[in-house]
């Protein structure tokens, strides 16, 4: 899935503004009922159902039954619609993660980066369009300011500097959304072929069985027959060996786990 969308391509300072509400609200123009919330609404659910690419002014003025230019009214452009886009679906990570109550009792850091990762898989799983997009530039709205602010602070008893939590953050989310694209694409191939999992291996079988016989490949050869199954986690088990590691330099720091 090549990366085709960046987001902040638009106009950063009115995306700020929609996304905290600080910008002049459109008093007159648009049709009646036609708001920010539900422009963005309905983007969202075109770019799940359709891809990102189905997402512009003039399909959402259709979906809408409105005239585009009382979508403009709203929000500039495409550009800043998908920031917003952005902020919206990244809101639904971690439930009340964007809300946090204060006094609940802290996690602890591994339990933390436990839900952070399997929110993050759920997000990509729910919006692949996700995938599409090059947030390197993340326009920064209530709902990704929200989610990191609780990932943050179930972190702090790791003992480790701020920059270093930063790359705490960084290294999960490339695990996850690495993890995400490779299941991502498996759903995909299928849809895109017609062709099953098994019809595709199916089909290399008979001279896959030649190739394993002939010696050449040892180690391969002796592989069980559940090495490559559907039924072993390879998320899971990714996810607790990185936290085994990150557990080792926790305990470096602080004279304990997480």
Known sequence: MATTESSGGGDVSRSMELLWGTGERATRGPKPGLTLDRIVTAAVELADAEGLSAVSMRRLSTELGAGTMSLYRHVPGRAELMDLMLDRVQ?????????????????????TVETAARDELALYQAHPWLLSVNQTRPVLGPGAIGGMEATLAGL???GLTDPELISVLIMVSGYVS?????????????????????????????????????????????????????????????????????????????????
Do not use: C
């Not at 809101?91 to 602890?108: I, Q, T, V, Y």
């Open 91 to 111: 809101g639904e990570s971690g439930g009340s993660a964007a809300d946090p109550d204060p006094s609940a009792a802290a996690p602890g850091w591994r339990k």
């Open 156 to 158: 702090k008893d790791m």
């Open 178 to 258: 690495g993890v995400a694209r490779t299941q991502v694409h498996a759903v995909e191939v299928q849809q895109s072929t017609g062709i099953s999992d098994d019809e595709f291996w199916k089909a290399q079988e008979p001279i896959l069985s030649a190739v394993m016989n002939s010696g050449r490949y040892p180690a391969m050869a002796t592989l069980s027959a559940d090495a490559f199954g559907p039924d072993f986690d390879h998320f899971e088990f990714g996810l607790q060996r990185l936290l085994d590691g990150l557990e080792v330099l926790v305990t470096q720091r602080t004279g304990g786990g997480g």
